[in-house]
């Protein structure tokens, strides 16, 4: 007879199946070690089957309510967007630009930009420095930019 127990990590919220009652066990994600007996169960059955219901479950719970957050964020925008002028309005919706996704679209609207341009434009626009040189060799490497003679460019 076989106990499955849906668990979760209190570190990094990872929920997932453990097989039997192990007396530690090691989140799959963060690699924590747990005792068992200290873990959250969100349940315990004999069928594999409601355990995985279960799990997935949880997961679409915690998907669900980080989306209607992220949609809380996007009505607001929505809603002042008349009181915005257009420059002012693409900023607003950059906000959220993780910063390859930054740094592709200065490559994209400045053809042949060298690296000293990009820096000065992510600066005016974020008020931060940064470091690129790593960036830009793995989007290099993953053939997102071509680099000739210090001028990068979108492919």
């Known amino acids: ?18 097989e039997m009652h192990p007396e530690n ?38 998907m669900k309510n980080s989306t209607s957050e992220w949609n809380i964020v996007e009505k607001n925008i929505e809603d002042n967007a008349s009181f ?3 420059d002012q309005m693409q900023e607003k919706y950059r906000v959220g630009e ?15 930009i060298t690296e000293s341009e990009i820096l000065r434009k992510i600066e005016n626009e974020t008020g931060e420095k940064w470091k690129i040189e790593k960036q830009l060799e793995k989007l290099l490497y993953l053939g997102e930019i071509t680099e000739n003679r210090g001028k990068y460019r979108k492919i």
Not at 8 to 14: A, F, S, V
């Open 1 to 18: 007879m076989r106990i499955y127990s849906v668990v979760g990590c209190n570190n990094c919220q990872t929920v997932w199946i453990i």
């Open 25 to 62: 066990v090691k989140c799959p994600r963060c690699k924590k070690k747990h005792k068992f007996k200290k873990l959250r169960k969100f349940v315990e059955t004999l069928d594999i089957d409601i355990a995985r219901k279960k799990r997935s479950e949880l997961i679409s719970k915690k």
């Open 84 to 86: 915005i002028e257009s």
């Open 98 to 112: 993780n910063k390859k996704d930054r740094l592709i679209r200065i490559i994209q609207e400045s053809e042949g």
